[in-house]
């Protein structure tokens, strides 16, 4: 079945600092890779999305890259400041392209 | 435009008993979605309506899951009997009406049940 991981449960950085974030899925090949983030007590919402046929994607101080054959994507938040602590989930749409399937997601603690 | 609505925001109640949950949509937005998360896990699917009409409730664990969205706007969940495993966060997620390529789901702020 598809599957979804994101490898560290918990990132802990200094502000100013560059955040990585890994993805990694296996038993699928999705057309396009999802980033949420999601802050307690709030539902999941949506950064950006990366298509197959896309390397990389910007949006501000955020980059996610996408590698099919390593079947990996990166998510990397430059210049992070304190309001950037939260949870990141990763998702895919399923095949039947229904529901998204979800990582259990990293969190993210930017210290000032 | 209101997000995605969902009450009650907690709800406690003991083994046995049954509890329904309910979403409200974005306006307009046909295709509604059920989700949960269980401590430790990752969010799941549940299952996802197209207007009124379930479209995949392949997530949905069991029998004791009843979810409806009569009319095609706001959606319930029901938990009958309730047990243990059932504790979670349950998401709903609305997006605009499917087609070739990618709409965005919009999460609400979920509904936490505890089952004791």
């Known amino acids: 079945s598809q599957k979804i991981e994101q490898n560290s449960e918990a990132l802990n950085i200094q502000e100013g600092k560059t955040a990585t974030l890994t993805c990694n899925y296996t038993n699928y090949s999705p057309a396009y890779l999802q980033w949420y983030r999601q802050d307690p007590g709030r539902g999941p919402v949506f950064l950006l999305l990366i298509r197959e046929n896309e390397k990389e994607k910007r949006k501000e101080r955020l980059k996610v890259t996408f590698d099919t054959t390593l079947k990996q994507s990166l998510f990397h938040i430059t210049a992070s400041q304190p309001a950037d602590s939260a949870t990141y989930l990763c998702?895919?749409?399923?095949?039947?392209?229904?529901?998204?399937?979800f990582g259990k997601g990293t969190t993210l603690s930017v210290s000032s | 435009e209101a997000g995605v609505t969902q009450f009650p925001s907690h709800s406690v109640i003991e083994k046995g008993q049954t509890v329904t949950l309910r979403c409200d949509p974005i306006?307009?937005?046909?295709?509604l979605y059920w989700y949960r998360r269980v401590m430790g896990k990752e969010i799941k699917f549940l299952l996802h309506?197209?207007?009124?009409?379930?479209?995949?409730e392949s997530g949905m664990p069991n029998n004791r899951f009843l979810a409806e969205r009569t009319g095609g706007t706001y959606s319930t969940l029901k938990v009958q009997p309730a047990e243990l495993e059932d504790s979670g966060v349950y998401f709903c997620a609305s997006s605009r009406t499917t087609g070739v390529g990618f709409y965005e789901q919009y999460f609400g702020p979920g509904t936490r049940l505890t089952v004791t």
């Open positions: 309506f197209v207007k009124e009409s379930k479209q995949d």
């Open positions: 306006s307009g937005h046909d295709n």
């Open positions: 998702a895919l749409l399923n095949q039947a392209g229904t529901a998204l399937i």
